[in-house]
């Protein structure tokens, strides 16, 4: 199984920017993904997670950031609105099987089995 997040980039405060996550490696479409980031001298956060039907945002960023899915596609899309110097990051996303995530647990780093690579985020004029 592997996980390739691409998108990253350099983006103005106010912009916006589409991150992707490309699962390889599957049996089935049944995984649920979740985003974290990790900013400079900080922890890795959670950010955004999905399941079949389910999403969850991070506070910081609800109303700002849109994750979707496209199954045929393998891909999880995190669609990043009005961006902001603080959510400058490297960006990871990260799967799991089986069931999906509540809302008390998705932030939790290990519920998830394999990561990828990351990719930066940059929000700066």
């Known amino acids: 199984v592997q996980l390739q997040a691409s998108g990253g980039g350099l983006v103005q405060p106010g912009g916006s920017l589409r991150l992707s996550c490309v699962a390889s490696?599957?049996?089935?479409?049944?995984?649920?993904i979740g985003w974290f980031r990790q900013a400079a001298g900080k922890e890795r956060e959670g950010v955004s997670y999905?399941?079949?039907?389910?999403?969850f945002y991070a506070g910081s960023v609800k109303g700002r950031f849109t994750i979707s899915r496209d199954n045929a596609k393998n891909t999880v899309y995190l669609q990043m609105n009005n961006v902001k110097p603080d959510d400058t990051a490297i960006y990871y996303c990260a799967a799991r099987r089986g069931a999906r995530l509540i809302s008390s647990s998705w932030r939790q780093e290990e519920h998830y089995e394999y990561w990828g690579q990351g990719t930066q985020v940059t929000v700066s004029s």
């Open positions: 999905i399941g079949e039907s389910t999403k």
């Open positions: 490696g599957f049996t089935s479409s049944y995984y649920t």
